[in-house]
């Protein structure tokens, strides 16, 4: 006998031993326990995803809900920003007009107080001229009289 029979003896008990001991089926199991492992693994991830999906979508639909309502509330701030400057506008106009308005009064004041103040005091002139030359021209009872007739006559006019 040779060594080749003794290896080929050696592989039947060897192969008899390892179906003996049901390593084939072991390894099956083996097998089949893994795939069934990843095939739950993959059928979790596939949930996942699924809920990752359902999650981004609903992120997206929150995104642009959350875009438009904020240019919703752009919009209304641009139109109450505008309405404040349309109203800050007007007031201010409002407070020039016045503003020019009494410079004009006061201005109109002064210039009527100006003349009333020349014409007084052209009067008061005209009247001292008046009373010179009456009192050197003309006699004193004479003088008084036309005096007193002109004062009258001028707080008539002055009044």
């Known amino acids: 006998m040779d060594a080749t029979f003794w290896a080929f003896v050696s592989l039947i008990l060897f ?11 072991m390894l099956t199991k083996s097998l089949d326990e893994r795939a069934d492992k990843i095939r739950n693994e993959l059928d979790e991830a596939r949930r996942l995803r699924e809920e990752a999906q359902q999650l981004l979508a609903e992120y997206q639909r929150k995104r ?14 641009e139109h109450e920003a505008a309405g404040l400057v ?11 007009t016045r503003r020019t308005a009494m410079a004009e009064q006061k201005i109109a004041l002064a210039e009527a107080e100006a003349v009333n103040e020349v014409r007084r005091s052209a009067v008061d002139i005209a009247v001292s001229a008046a009373e010179t030359l009456i009192t050197e021209k003309a006699d004193a009872k004479t003088a008084g009289e036309l005096f007193d007739s002109s004062v009258a006559e001028l707080k008539e006019r002055l009044n």
């Open 15 to 25: 192969l008899g031993l390892i179906a003996y001991l049901k390593v084939p089926g």
């Open 64 to 77: 642009k809900d959350a875009e438009k309502e904020a240019g919703e509330l752009i919009a209304a701030a």
């Open 86 to 96: 349309a109203e800050a506008r007007q007031k201010t106009e409002e407070y020039v």
